[in-house]
Nanobody, 123 residues
Framework: QVQLVESGGGLVQAGGSLRLSCAASGRTFSSYAMGWFRQAPGKEREFVAAISWSGGNTYYADSVKGRFTISRDNAKNAVYLQMNSLKLEDTAVYYC????????????????WGQGTQVTVST
């Protein structure tokens, strides 16, 4: 079992930055691939970024590539999402997820989910 709690969301102006954190419980955190997804009002949940258990491999949605950076600290049981150059369309609830397989972009590849943290980008 892995429990995930996101934090760091908030209101930010377009062009600004935020850093999301996801704290995980469980001694096996380092064996899980981790992902960030987001869901905007009226839209389906979509993939944002993922990182392998070792942190050696990262993957990004085209819409955030070059602006967002995913990282993890296995000693702290945490994964992060640094978001720069935020745009209005980045407004969404952001979810952290853990999966026992390869860090892919599909929702079904992840077994555990956090409750989400709201990110709102304003003009």
């Amino acid at each position: 079992q892995v429990q995930l709690v996101e934090s760091g969301g908030g209101l930010v102006q377009a062009g600004g930055s935020l850093r999301l954190s996801c704290a995980a419980s469980g001694r096996t955190f380092s064996s899980y691939a981790m992902g960030w997804f987001r869901q905007a009002p009226g839209k389906e949940r979509e993939f944002v970024a993922a990182i392998s258990w070792s942190g050696g491999n990262t993957y990004y949605a085209d819409s955030v590539k070059g602006r967002f950076t995913i990282s993890r600290d296995n000693a702290k049981n945490a994964v992060y999402l640094q978001m720069n150059s935020l745009k209005l369309e980045d407004t969404a609830v952001y979810y952290c997820a853990a999966g026992s397989g390869w860090p892919g972009p599909q929702i079904y590849e992840y077994d555990y989910w956090g409750q989400g943290t709201q990110v709102t980008v304003s003009t």
